[in-house]
C-alpha cells in the first residue's frame, strides 16, 4: 500500500513563501508521475503541479505558472512544492498526488491559508 505523507502547510501573508513536502513510502520513480492538486471551500478539485518522472517534465496552470515549482528528491522519496507570492485565492487545502499503472494514489491534505 503507497503512503503520501505532506507536511509543510500552514498560515502565511500575502506575498509570501511556502514550501510544502510529500514523503512517499516507495521510489518516486516507481510512478509515473506525481503532483499536487488543491481545493478550496466550494469549489473543485484542481491540479497545481504535475512532474512526470520520465524525464521530469512539469506543468502547470496558468494561475499559478511563474509562481509555484514542484520538484523531487529521490534520495528521500520526497517531492516538494514551493509557492512564492502566495496570494489570498492560493488558500486551499493541498494534496499530494501519485500515478501509477491506473492507480492513483493520494495524501490526506495539508491546509494552506494566505490571509494578512
Known amino acids: 500500500q503507497v503512503q503520501l505523507v505532506e507536511s509543510g502547510g500552514g498560515l502565511v501573508q500575502p506575498g509570501g513563501s511556502l514550501r510544502l513536502s510529500c514523503a512517499a513510502s516507495r521510489n518516486i520513480l516507481s510512478f509515473i508521475g506525481m503532483g499536487w492538486y488543491r481545493q478550496a471551500p466550494g469549489k473543485k478539485r484542481e491540479l497545481v503541479a504535475l512532474?512526470?518522472?520520465?524525464?521530469?517534465?512539469?506543468n502547470y496552470p496558468d494561475s499559478v505558472k511563474g509562481r509555484f515549482t514542484i520538484s523531487g528528491d529521490t534520495a528521500k522519496n520526497t517531492v516538494y512544492l514551493q509557492m512564492n507570492s502566495l496570494k489570498p485565492e492560493d488558500t486551499a487545502v493541498y494534496y499530494c498526488?501519485?500515478?501509477?499503472?491506473?492507480?492513483?494514489?493520494w495524501g490526506q491534505g495539508t491546509q494552506v491559508t494566505v490571509s494578512s
Open positions: 512532474i512526470i518522472s520520465d524525464g521530469g517534465r512539469t
Open positions: 498526488y501519485a500515478y501509477q499503472s491506473g492507480t492513483n494514489y
